[in-house]
């Protein structure tokens, strides 16, 4: 049985903790490794070899981190196929997703090769006579990343590369289900020239998040993780005095007007719904119906949702179109779910539970589901599954699906079907929710822009990457630049003559 380290300083090291964790293959059922999990000896460890890598890092410049960025960009992309195949081992999603993913990643380091350009600061000459102002950023010093299982390359992107632009060093703490991505995503920037300590993993648990938010120097937090653990994290960080973000779950829903093409808001509804399993944050999870749409909506979903099954297989069969559930741990509370919206009353109109393709009865499966007459008081509305159950739920008006949204504790994304510009722009400017995708199910913004959620989908005031990502990364200095010809002393407060 291989152990899945740390890397720490430039190398793998399995630290002192003797703790382990299993990591499955998801399609086999069967335990792939083990992953070690952090003492505070090995937190230690981490933080201390970033923060004297920061001493150094912070004073390279920008045309060196932005040549290294460059090199890595080159390496990510040559590396791709590979970086896709260890998330398909260990998250069970399709090869072609995981692929996806990388390029999302990706993306951030190409946004990142531009530092010295996101790092220009501003200058006002003569604010006073003989006297100029100016701004800056600088980098914190150590950051800490804090990642879920859904995205194993993608979410760590989302941070450390744009962070260590910054001048920062980065200790990331992955998921400990799927932590061998993260591996090769530091020994790749090992090879672009990135010097070591910058970009530290440290494998852990509950504990090794608690003592980096703990630890005295680690100047600030990105999270991305689920609502509980990242109000948690919020909370811990800030009282120990550190900046943090923490992006949390989701329920988003998809509006479904009456003069919309049901065809493709069908697409659409099962695309979001059930790709990676539903295992993404930005899943669609939730349809609402409006008007007299539902039957026949309902009807065209279902057929779609049928016609799925047969195409759950391992990641890695081509013709995988979904694949198995992350842990078997997972996959039984998911079904919970199905269990309980059953009893609520909702109608099971397509049931996903008890299939598992042909030669491999022990993967952690679960086919795409769909209830219907899916009311607000259900489980299977309020609570975030995170698997490949879709909800649809009827409304009777425009408004009444705008306020069944606005209700909603999430506000990661919503997405609304219709040829109707005005209801659309009515729409985008009234839902409270951070992503909105018009007859898009996944509005995923690029790399340039930022990404984040409203109310309990978010925990602080930056979204992460695109500028937003820089100033988290970075805090601004004011400098006021005098070059004296004349001796006086003058006790008033300056007057800007
Ligand atoms: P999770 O909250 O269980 O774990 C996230 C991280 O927190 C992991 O690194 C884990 O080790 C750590 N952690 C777990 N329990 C902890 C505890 N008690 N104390 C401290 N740290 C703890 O999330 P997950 O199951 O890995 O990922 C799925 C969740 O992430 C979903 O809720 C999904 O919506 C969310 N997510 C959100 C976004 C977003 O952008 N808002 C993106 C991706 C995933």
């Not at 195949?85 to 990142?112: C, M, N, Y």
């Not at 530091?186 to 003592?211: I, K, M, T, Y």
């Not at 493709?264 to 999870?285: H, L, P, T």
């Not at 504790?409 to 510009?421: L, M, R, S, V």
Request: net charge negative.
């Amino acid at each position: 049985m291989s152990t899945i380290p740390h890397w720490i300083d430039g190398a793998r090291t399995t630290g002192v903790s003797s703790r382990t964790s299993d990591v499955f293959n998801p399609a086999t059922g069967s335990v792939a490794a083990q992953v070690v999990l952090a003492e505070q000896a090995d937190v230690d460890l981490a933080v201390s070899s970033s923060l004297k890598a920061a001493q150094s890092w912070s004073e390279s410049s920008l045309s060196t981190r932005s040549r290294i960025l460059f090199a890595y960009r080159h390496l990510l992309h040559t590396h791709r196929d590979e970086l896709a195949a260890i998330i398909t081992s260990e998250h069970g999603k399709v090869l072609s997703d995981a692929a996806g993913e990388v390029q999302r990643g990706l993306e951030v380091v190409e946004f990142a090769c531009g530092i010295p350009q996101l790092l220009k600061g501003e200058h006002s000459e003569q604010v006073s006579r003989g006297v100029d102002a100016y701004s800056f950023r600088q980098p914190l010093g150590v950051v800490a990343g804090i990642t879920p299982f859904n995205f194993p390359v993608m979410v760590p992107m989302w941070m450390f590369p744009i962070a260590i632009a910054c001048g920062n060093t980065f200790v990331l703490k992955p998921s400990e289900r799927d932590p061998s991505a993260s591996l090769r995503l530091a020994e790749l920037f090992q090879e672009a020239g990135l010097p070591d300590g910058v970009l530290n993993v440290l494998q852990g648990d509950a504990f090794a998040v608690n003592a980096l938010l703990d630890h005295a120097d680690v100047a600030a937090a990105s999270f991305v993780g689920s609502t509980p653990i990242a109000r948690h994290v919020y909370s811990r960080g800030t009282a120990a005095g550190k900046r943090v973000q923490a992006l949390g779950g989701a329920k988003n829903h998809m509006v479904v007007l009456p003069d919309a093409d049901l065809d493709v808001a069908a697409d659409a509804a099962v695309s979001a719904g059930y790709g990676s399993a539903g295992e993404r944050c930005m899943a669609i999870s939730v349809v609402v119906a409006v008007g007299e749409t539902g039957d026949e909506l309902v009807s065209k979903i279902a057929s779609r949702t049928r016609e799925l099954h047969p195409s759950v297989l391992p990641g890695t069969d081509p013709a995988a179109q979904m694949g198995p559930l992350v842990t078997g741990v997972h996959r039984d509370r998911v079904r919970s779910y199905v269990d309980a919206g059953e009893a609520a009353g909702a109608s099971l109109v397509v049931d996903g539970r008890d299939y598992a393709p042909e030669g491999h009865p022990d993967g952690f499966w679960l086919a795409p589901t769909l209830f219907d007459h899916v009311t607000r008081d259900m489980s299977i509305y309020t609570d975030e599954i995170f698997g490949p159950v879709l909800a649809v739920v009827r409304a009777e008006t425009f408004e009444d699906a705008l306020e069944l949204v606005n209700a909603n504790q999430y506000g990661n994304g919503t997405a609304i079907y219709t040829g109707d510009g005005l209801a659309a722009r009515e729409y985008q400017r009234r839902v409270h929710v951070g992503m909105v995708g018009i007859n898009v199910p996944i509005p995923v913004p690029m790399a340039y822009y930022s990404f984040g959620g409203w109310k309990d989908s978010l925990f602080g005031d930056t979204h992460v990457h695109g500028a937003e990502g820089v100033k988290f990364y970075t805090r601004a200095k004011a400098v006021t630049s005098r070059w004296p010809q004349q001796h006086g002393v003058n006790l008033g407060f300056p007057t800007h003559g």
